[in-house]
Nanobody, 115 residues
Framework: QVQLVESGGGLVQAGGSLRLSCAAS????????MHWYRQAPGKQRELVAI???????NYADPVKGRFTISRDNAKNTIYLQMNSLKPEDTAVYYC?????????WGQGTQVTVSS
């Protein structure tokens, strides 16, 4: 019943920017910790960024200083602002929600960064 729908992926040149969105339903969004993961071909899915229900954030080292995670509880949506994109950022990006009673994943959105 919980659904997460990502959007905003696409093709961008190195150095460019994209803003991903993840709209949540079927969950009490305001008390959920939210995450962005990514998975490149042949690689394991890796955690990119976290934003807790209280708004605290953390980032994986490769994206620190370039990516920003945020949330808008009124819209049940989280965002990932990605700046200074690099080819190694190319991956399918997934939204994840965790609460006391629910864990959910989105379908993913493709981000491709050309060199």
């Amino acid at each position: 019943q919980v659904q997460l729908v990502e959007s905003g992926g696409g093709l961008v040149q190195a150095g460019g920017s994209l803003r991903l969105s993840c709209a949540a339903s079927g969950i009490i969004f305001s008390i959920a910790d939210m995450h962005w993961y990514r998975q490149a071909p042949g690689k394991q899915r890796e955690l990119v960024a976290i934003i807790t229900s209280g708004g605290r954030t953390n980032y994986a080292d490769p994206v620190k200083g370039r990516f920003t995670i945020s949330r808008d509880n009124a819209k049940n949506t989280i965002y990932l602002q990605m700046n200074s994109l690099k080819p190694e950022d190319t991956a399918v990006y997934y939204c994840n929600a965790v609460s006391r009673s629910d864990v959910a994943w989105g379908q993913g959105t493709q981000v491709t960064v050309s060199s």
